[in-house]
């Protein structure tokens, strides 16, 4: 006989539920090396949710796959952002696997919609069926899995553009998303600020969609580094924050070891040229 298996707890139960002490955001980090043994390590590391990226990052659908596979056995969240807001693709990461799905480029209703609609089959959505073959189902191993789909996947759309801005309550609105997801990186380019993630009128704008998710009751999360940041928008009511990434904490990490033990001198190039200023 085949186990019978129940799917995880998704990130729309986690928000619901606001895991850990009472009230307060969830805190995560993004995986980007395209590593599973880095991804293993930073879901011990004691973090609600880890973010592993295909956007920016080296991930295809096998890497995505040995990541959700290394980080399984452990408390945290994973949530995982395709690059693009495709049908094809996104039916592709559920039939993984993928439960918590993050959408990057949501600037309208339409997109939204569309990302919705990906998520779900018929008649309800657009996803084609393959579950005997795929993992999502544990290969029909979960009872009831196509009536029960939806219920397993939770969908958070990013807002990082002026035009999702103008449009975040009606974004908001659209059945089967939710959550939103602000990327003051994006945000900033869009209104002529690039990479001033900082500006007051890219803060500005990123409290206002706290603003509008806390009265639309969905919750809202940032992608905020800088600790004062991370810190005044979850007093502004985010309910989830990315707080670093594991390449960041790498990067600077290995160059505080080389300042503290390579003393000044010119930068040389693998060939052994000296780098020119």
């Known amino acids: 006989m085949p186990l019978r298996v129940e799917p995880d707890a998704t990130f729309r139960d986690a928000l619901r539920n606001q895991t850990g002490a009472a009230g307060r955001p969830l805190a995560g980090m993004w995986v980007c090396s395209g590593s599973p043994l880095v991804a293993e390590l930073c879901a011990g590391a004691g ?3 880890l973010l592993i990226d295909a956007e920016h990052s080296p991930n295809g659908l096998e890497s995505v796959l040995a990541q959700l596979q290394a980080v399984h056995g452990y408390p945290v969240l994973a949530m995982v952002r395709p690059p693009v807001n495709d049908t094809v693709l996104i039916k592709q990461y559920l039939d993984l696997g993928v439960q918590n799905l993050l ?5 309208s209703v339409a997109d939204a919609e569309a990302a919705a609609a990906a998520t779900r089959y018929p ?8 579950s005997a073959l795929a993992r999502a189902s544990r290969w029909n ?5 196509l009536a029960r789909a939806s219920e397993t996947v939770s969908l958070t759309v990013q807002i990082e553009s002026e035009a999702a801005v103008a449009a975040v309550e009606d974004i908001l609105a659209v059945d089967g998303v939710d959550a939103i997801f602000l990327g003051p990186s994006d945000l900033a ?12 009128q890219v803060r500005a704008a990123v409290e206002h969609c706290l ?4 009265a639309a009751g969905k919750p809202a999360g940032v992608n905020a580094f800088n600790p004062a940041t991370a810190h005044r928008y979850m007093a502004a009511g985010a309910a989830f924050v990315l707080v670093g990434a594991d390449v960041s904490i790498l990067a600077r990490g290995s160059e505080s070891l080389a300042a503290e033990y390579i003393p000044p001198g010119p930068v040389v190039q693998p060939s052994g040229t000296p780098a020119s200023y």
């Open 47 to 49: 973090l609600d949710w």
């Open 103 to 107: 959408i990057p480029m949501v600037h």
């Open 123 to 130: 008649p309800h959505g657009v996803r084609g069926v393959g």
């Open 141 to 145: 191993r979960i009872p009831d899995y």
């Open 189 to 200: 380019a869009s209104m002529g600020l690039l990479g001033q993630q900082e500006h007051p």
């Open 211 to 214: 603003a509008a998710a806390k």
